[in-house]
């Protein structure tokens, strides 16, 4: 099936640093890819989709300036969460899509804000 | 607003013991369901995505029906490797040429051998 890989898998930092997450597609060109966050026992929530060469469209309550968002080629997308604060804390995983087929989804990022 | 239930929040099974998790869903111009499954500190791995009332897939001791209003993942005897947290999605037009997801927050299965 399809491959997505994303880095770092966990990250601690101190507050204040800024964090960059990388989203991969391996072996197929995502012309979309998605940022979600999952808190405990919570469902996927989605932060903001991201097509190819365009600006990200961020959903109700995230915060653009926050939380930066570039697709600059079909396999890789990046997530910068500016300015870390603990409450920035929780897991962010990454999907992508080519609309041929589901969204397939890396293994997550653990942030830690301390 | 689209809006996934599923049921029920978790699942104690005996191996072999077969049972059912439900996805109840509202969702305004249903673009497919989806089954995922997660396993703890791991992104979700697709299962199935259906996309009419009455059809249905299978993969391996899995079964995913669709109702209208409605989607079931069946378990027939199940092993303790099929211990997740299974999770139901609907798919929906966002717009600017977009398809999103909208997630439940899943059946946490724990199969005891």
């Known amino acids: 099936g399809a491959v997505v890989s994303q880095h770092p898998s966990w990250v601690i930092c101190k507050s204040g640093t800024s964090v960059k997450i990388e989203c991969r597609s391996l072996?197929?060109?995502?012309?979309?890819m998605f940022w979600y966050r999952q808190f405990p026992k919570q469902s996927l929530m989605l932060m903001a989709t991201s097509n190819e060469g365009s600006k990200a469209t961020y959903e109700q309550g995230v915060e653009k300036d926050k939380f930066l968002i570039n697709h600059a080629s079909l396999t890789l997308s990046t997530l910068t969460v500016t300015s870390a604060h603990p409450e920035d804390s929780s897991f962010y995983i990454c999907?992508?899509?080519?609309?041929?087929?589901?969204?397939?989804f890396g293994d997550g990022t653990r942030l830690s804000i301390l | 607003e689209d809006q996934v239930t599923q049921s029920p929040e978790a699942l104690r099974l005996q191996e072999g013991e077969s049972s059912s998790l439900n996805c109840s869903y509202t969702?305004?111009?249903?673009?497919?369901l989806f089954w995922y499954r997660q396993d703890p500190g791991k992104g979700p791995e697709f299962l199935f995505t259906?996309?009419?009332a009455g059809e249905e897939k299978e993969k391996e001791r899995l079964k995913a029906t669709l109702t209208k209003k409605e989607s079931f993942l069946h378990i027939t005897a199940p092993k303790p490797e099929d211990s997740a947290t299974y999770l139901c999605a609907v798919q929906s037009y966002s717009g600017a040429g977009s398809y999103q997801l909208t997630f439940g927050k899943g059946t946490k299965l724990s199969v005891i051998p």
């Open positions: 999907s992508a899509t080519d609309r041929n087929q589901p969204q397939h």
């Open positions: 969702v305004s111009g249903l673009r497919g």
């Open positions: 072996d197929f060109q995502a012309t979309t």
């Open positions: 259906l996309y009419s």
